[in-house]
């Protein structure tokens, strides 16, 4: 249940760092790199405080 919970969690930040990256036009790998490790990061820190 909490790996789903996760998921659901890191699909979010992952779609509202997407549209950020479209948004400011930050298209290089590496932002797109850097947005998926913030997503995880934040999306463990989300669960572990709401669980």
């Known amino acids: 249940m ?3 919970m996760l998921l659901f969690v890191f699909l979010i930040f992952i ?10 036009k930050l298209t290089a790998k590496r932002d797109w790199l850097m947005s998926l490790l913030l997503s995880i990061v934040l999306s463990i820190i989300t669960v572990a405080i709401l669980d």
């Open 15 to 24: 779609v509202i760092s997407s549209f950020l990256n479209i948004i400011f």
């Open 2 to 4: 909490e790996f789903i």
